[in-house]
T-cell receptor, first 111, second 114 residues
């Protein structure tokens, strides 16, 4: 257990529905990252925050995706109008000055 | 383009045998280098990292890796594999800036024969 908590761990939804994932970081870590991992691939960077500011977004993050980190604490990743191609593991990681600590991920299955 | 290549999708070794997992990267400058391990249903755990200095780095669980600048490689090694080492291993590179954004390879799945 790295101390990074993600919920829900699994989500099954129908195409077109909206889903939201939550990440609770290690409390003193000011940087928070979202990655997406599809089957058989390594994680791909989506976005990251320093405190409440979203500093960078990947081209993978289409306009159906939105991430927030109010008050620089927990973060949410929302996917609107889900598509089957969104099926993946969504990983959250946090960092202070050293290494990244990853949560166990939220697995999304879009039917 | 920045990329990480792990040429072996699967590797099978016998318990007690030595292990080497290959990693090559393409990057504009020398990046930070990492190896992570992921067990089924689990998040990623950092095995070791290279930032600077000695090119042979030691990590947890008896793993080590060697950075070779001339070959743009960062191969992971272990002298004697244990059955509990069966997992997926990811090599990653990170920008030497404040973002610490990582680019991962596609992973190598390690199977351990009893």
């Amino acid at each position: 257990d790295t101390g990074v908590s993600q919920n829900p761990r699994h989500k099954i939804t129908k195409r077109g529905q909206n889903v939201t994932f939550r990440c609770d970081p290690i409390s003193e870590h000011n940087r928070l990252y979202w990655y997406r991992q599809t089957l058989g691939q390594g994680p791909e960077f989506l976005t990251y925050f320093q405190n409440e500011a979203q500093l960078e977004k990947s081209r993978l993050l289409s306009d159906r995706f939105s991430a927030e980190r109010p008050k620089g604490s927990f973060s949410t990743l929302e996917i609107q109008r889900t598509e089957q191609g969104d099926s993946a593991m969504y990983l959250c990681a946090t960092r202070d000055t050293g290494e990244l600590f990853f949560g166990e991920g939220s697995r999304l299955t879009v039917l | 383009a920045q990329s990480v290549t792990q040429p072996d999708i699967h590797i099978t070794v016998s318990e007690g045998a030595s292990l080497e997992l290959r990693c090559n990267y393409s990057y504009g400058a020398t990046p930070y280098l990492f190896w992570y391990v992921q067990s089924p249903g689990q998040g990623l755990q950092l095995l070791l990292k290279y930032f600077s200095g000695d090119t042979l780095v030691q990590g947890i669980k008896g793993f080590e890796a060697e950075f070779k600048r001339s070959q743009s490689s960062f191969n992971l090694r272990k002298p004697s594999v244990h059955w509990s080492d069966a997992a997926e291993y990811f090599c990653a590179v990170g920008a030497r800036d404040s973002s610490y954004k990582l680019i991962f390879g596609s992973g190598t799945r390690l199977l351990v024969r009893p």
